[in-house]
């Protein structure tokens, strides 16, 4: 069975860091692009960050860039979401996803499994 498996998530004030974690079974890890989406009450889920296990190469939205960092450990099948100086406006329930093929990176459609959500929770 495929399976993806979010953590990591909590509560942190304003500026705060927090590592989220995707464990990833039932699927050759290395063939896929793995994404985080997060989705905040009221709000669509939105693209945050991708990984292409292929070649390594990552994207990010431009609301996250420079404070948030992913990486994968192919070993491991775990991909991390490294989050610093964290703002309000992250807080959302955070979600991973798997897909094949992927093109932008940022589009839900393009992911074809998901994991179970992890709520990340910022105060100011």
């Known amino acids: 069975d495929v399976q993806l498996q979010a953590s990591g998530g909590g509560l942190v004030q304003t500026g705060g860091s927090l590592r989220l974690s995707c464990a990833v079974s039932?699927?050759?890890?290395?063939?896929?692009?793995i994404g985080w989406f997060r989705q905040a009450p009221g709000k669509e889920r939105e693209g945050v960050s991708c990984?292409?296990?292929?070649?390594?190469?990552?994207t990010y939205a431009d609301s996250v860039k420079g404070r948030f960092t992913i990486s994968s450990d192919n070993a491991k099948n775990l991909v991390y979401l490294q989050m610093n100086n964290l703002k309000p406006e992250d807080t959302a329930v955070y979600y991973c996803?798997?897909?094949?093929?992927?093109?932008?990176?940022?589009?839900?459609?393009?992911?074809?499994?998901w994991g179970q959500g992890t709520l990340v929770t910022v105060s100011s």
């Open positions: 996803a798997a897909g094949l093929g992927v093109y932008s990176g940022s589009q839900t459609r393009e992911y074809r499994y």
């Open positions: 039932g699927f050759d890890f290395d063939d896929y692009t």
């Open positions: 990984i292409r296990e292929r070649d390594g190469s990552s």
